[in-house]
């Protein structure tokens, strides 16, 4: 097949080339860089990479489009992990709250948060839903996110939940990312089951999880396993009830206090533990052991003003390969891989090419995607972001602005920053 598109000359091609799974340890720096390189695209995959002047000689360069990305960074494509991408609404005026002391969980627990979010959601029409949600990916995908993971969870009753997962497939059908949809009915008991959270959860496990599993609307289930909102038990039955419908599993793990989140997810087996800020040493060896990857959402903490962030550097060195999310919802509204890889070497001790790890190869282990995308070698689909910056180390240096110069997915350009 001739080749569609070349990209040249970039400072750094950053290929991540390496095992096909999430990379621990030390694996999470080697990430290998190909100075002045180039990569040759036919029919929307990698088909070669190297250095600028080995793809010139070997391919039939004439007529063929190129992009010239000298002095720019070029990477895969960002996958995030971990998105609330459909909701309705907004929450900014909960800024004030939480700046005058409020907690995270005494907003929930006063009917808002989350439950605010639900009253919105179940009020939109599925129109208003797929627009609003449109607008944050468009965003996303020009911030160079390529494959994204979204959840449902503002719906609650079974109507709005499928509504939430239809409108994940219909984003993904319309827009150029891959999006993963996972059902997270187990994410707050909603008023009309107030103080009765296992009857919630009856009906989470008998009457709208079957549905899920039979129109085939989810990849993952996960659930919001803290002390306070579900319980170890609760969450326990939930994900097993997904596991027997060939569900892949998830846990937002022990993000405010210890909660038996880690310890659960590597007892289920779980792909992934989300947040982690609290989790326990026991949690963190289990985890490791069973080779369950901490997803680590950085946006969080800032956005809820609290000092409470996952301890990256602790969690790398105990063994556990890490990826890192957005989290993108009403209580962080945080569209970029870009600012996420930013506080994540600001704020949990990574280094620049751990973050990017986490945020590429491990992020897509994280979603089962790691023989597809992740990394810049033959045989991958070419989702591919190609940054203004001459190193890497500017990624996170750099924060504030879109550094996005194009973004490429499956071999296309899909964004492009303008000129002057
Ligand atoms: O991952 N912690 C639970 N769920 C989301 C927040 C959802 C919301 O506040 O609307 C999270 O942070
Ligand atoms: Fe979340």
Redesign the pocket.
């Known amino acids: 097949m001739p080749d569609d598109l070349l990209v040249l000359r970039a400072s750094e091609l950053v290929t991540l080339k390496g095992p096909r799974r999430a990379r621990a340890k030390g694996e999470m720096s080697e990430f290998s860089i190909l100075r002045d390189g180039a990569v040759a695209i036919a029919g929307g995959v990698i088909v070669d990479v190297g250095r600028t002047e080995s793809i010139l000689r070997d391919h039939d360069a004439t007529g063929v489009e190129r992009i010239d990305a000298s002095d720019k960074v070029v990477m895969p494509g960002f996958v995030d992990p971990?998105t609330?991408l459909v909701?309705a609404g907004s929450?900014e005026f909960e800024l004030e709250l939480k700046a005058k002391g409020k907690t995270?969980l005494e907003?929930?627990q006063e009917g808002g948060?989350?439950l605010?979010?639900v009253q919105d959601t179940r009020a939109a029409s599925k129109e208003e839903l797929f627009r609003q949600s449109a607008r944050r990916l468009e965003s996303m995908i020009a911030h160079g996110t390529t494959t994204a993971e979204a959840k449902s969870?503002?719906g609650l009753d079974k109507a709005v939940e499928l509504r939430m997962l239809e409108t994940i497939k219909k984003l993904g059908d319309d827009y150029p990312a891959d999006l993963v949809p996972t059902y997270?009915g187990a994410?707050?008991v909603p008023q009309e089951y107030a103080g009765r959270a296992d009857d919630y959860l009856d009906f989470v496990v008998s009457d709208v999880m079957p549905e899920v599993a039979r129109w085939k609307l989810a990849e993952f289930c996960d659930v919001?396993c803290?002390k306070g909102?579900f319980g170890y038990e609760q969450s326990r039955k939930v994900l097993l009830a997904a596991k027997a419908l060939g569900m892949k599993l998830k846990v937002?793990a022990d993000?405010?206090r210890p909660s038996g989140g880690a310890e659960l997810a590597a007892e289920v087996g779980a792909i992934s533990a989300?947040?982690l800020a609290k989790p326990s040493d026991d949690g963190i060896m289990a985890m490791a052991r069973k080779d369950v990857i901490g997803v680590l959402?950085p946006g969080?903490p800032y956005s809820?003003m609290s000092k409470d962030y996952a301890d990256g550097r602790r969690l790398i060195d105990l063994g556990v390969a890490i990826a890192l999310g957005t989290?993108l919802?009403?209580?962080?509204w945080n569209e970029s891989m870009q600012f996420t890889i930013s506080l994540a070497c600001h704020k949990m001790r990574m280094t620049p090419a751990e973050a990017i790890t986490a945020s590429t190869i491990n992020a897509a282990a994280a979603l089962g995607m790691e023989k597809k995308v992740g990394t810049i070698e033959a045989g991958k689909r070419a989702d591919i972001v190609i940054l203004d910056i001459p190193t890497h180390a500017q990624l996170p240096y750099k924060f504030g602005t879109n550094l996005c110069s194009s973004v490429l997915k499956d071999g296309e350009v899909v964004w492009e920053r303008q000129p002057f």
């Open positions: 971990h609330h909701y929450r995270y907003i929930l948060g989350i605010r979010t969870g503002y997270m994410h707050a919001f803290e909102v937002h993000e405010l989300d947040h959402l969080t809820s989290d919802n009403p209580n962080c």
